[in-house]
Nanobody
Framework: VQLVESGGGLVQAGGSLRLSCAAS????????MGWFRQAPGKEREFVAT???????YYSDSVKGRFTISRDNAKNTVYLQMNSLKPEDTALYYC?????????????????WGQGTQVTVSS
């Protein structure tokens, strides 16, 4: 199984980025897919998840600003990030699980990507 994130970069506060995560080696349509992030010196944090059927759930810190979506035909999950803040700066990871729905705990996920860096300047 391979999850490959892309789309990170440097953006000014208030700007937008769209992250992508391309999955291979798994039955994508059977998996919930999540986004997590980890800032330097901080623990990994749940961001958002989408169920195999397209349901979504967000952390309070990103609700209303970020949108998670998936394209099962392309085996890809996206994270549209708007109104970015400096505190959104982190390494963003995508993850997949077939064992749980709407999981916020990273331990529920079986597969992880290598991450893509998002830096928001003030």
């Amino acid at each position: 199984v391979q999850l490959v994130e892309s789309g990170g970069g440097l953006v000014q506060a208030g700007g937008s980025l769209r992250l992508s995560c391309a999955a291979s080696g798994l039955t994508f349509s059977n998996h919930d897919m999540g986004w997590f992030r980890q800032a330097p010196g901080k623990e990994r944090e749940f961001v958002a998840t989408t169920t195999w059927s397209g349901g979504t759930y967000y952390s309070d810190s990103v609700k209303g600003r970020f949108t998670i979506s998936r394209d099962n035909a392309k085996n890809t999950v996206y994270l549209q990030m708007n109104s970015l803040k400096p505190e959104d700066t982190a390494l963003y990871y995508c993850a997949g699980t077939s064992r749980y729905n709407y999981a916020k705990d990273g331990a529920a996920y079986d597969y992880w990507g290598q991450g893509t860096q998002v830096t928001v300047s003030s």
